[in-house]
């Protein structure tokens, strides 16, 4: 089991590396850094941790008065849980912003528990079959709070059955894993199910003045805006109705064969998604 989580994390790179910027450039004071993951300050109390293992997969410590939060724990990054304990020393809960091993990878390990949307717990025995921790469920729409910091959890289905953004109204941002595609967007559902999540996740940010979200690989250029987001329901829309066709991507990952390039953003999908 542990080669075919090798095999498939071999798979993951070379697909996802492919596409990615070479490297990445991230503001704020680094404040961890060694051969796995480099920590950098957001603000006074979030880091964004960026893993060297998949495509600068990030890793988001999110700090309130009692409580913090790791949305993400990367890939294979060993100690994890110390290496966050040095940068806050509140209780940290682990969050998922999705089952994929670049995100939720050997680095769980060593947290007791993991809370995932449900919907993605069909890719358990699959991305994460060693996890001996109790997997927990979020619910949409509850809130985290940490101790004047609250972070609403939103699912925002599309990249997998159960992607999940983490809102942080007061702060006017979210973390939103690879649901919106970090600039390339790996549909593995279908275009209805993304239509639907980008409405969703528009209304949220017009609501709140939500203007950024920090993605799932973030190069320190590529938060994901409004206009992503709406820019993605347009496209969702266009492909249903047969107005825009993508182009064949024979080497595409997962079976995503198709791909439309536009508005800055690459959705990778299969004919699967239009049904
Ligand atoms: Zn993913």
């Known amino acids: 089991m542990k080669n075919l989580v090798g095999i498939i994390v071999v798979i993951f790179i070379s697909q996802i590396t492919l596409l990615a910027q070479p490297t990445y450039q991230i503001e704020g004071e680094e404040v961890f850094g060694n051969e796995d993951v480099v920590f950098h300050k957001i603000d006074e109390h979030t880091w964004v941790g960026t893993g060297k293992a998949m495509s600068n997969e990030s890793l988001y410590l999110v700090e309130g008065k009692d409580k913090s939060l790791l949305i993400d724990a990367g890939t294979n990054i060993k100690d994890l849980d110390i290496i966050i304990a040095s940068i806050s020393e509140k209780p940290v809960t682990l969050v998922a912003t ?155 990952f997962m079976g995503l064969n198709l791909l439309i390039n536009r508005d800055g953003v690459r959705v990778n999908y299969s004919a699967h998604a239009l049904k």
């Open 98 to 252: 999705h089952v994929h091993p670049d995100h939720t990878g050997p680095s769980i390990d060593v947290f007791p528990e993991l809370y995932i949307n449900p919907a993605d717990t069909v890719g358990i025995p699959q991305f994460m079959p060693n996890y001996k921790g109790e997997v927990k469920f979020l619910k949409d729409g509850e809130i985290f709070d940490l101790g004047s910091r609250k972070i609403e959890v939103v699912f925002t289905p599309g990249h997998t059955p159960g992607s999940t953004t983490f809102i942080d109204k007061a702060a006017k941002y979210g973390f939103s894993g690879d649901s919106f595609g970090s600039g390339n967007l790996l549909l593995t559902t279908n275009f209805s199910t993304l239509q639907n999540t980008c409405e969703k996740m528009s209304k949220v940010m017009a609501d709140n003045g939500i203007a950024e979200l920090y993605p799932g690989h973030f190069f320190g250029g590529n938060k994901e805006t409004k206009k992503r987001v709406d820019d993605l329901e347009k496209i969702s829309k266009e492909a249903l109705s047969g107005e825009l066709e993508g182009d064949e991507n024979p080497q595409g």
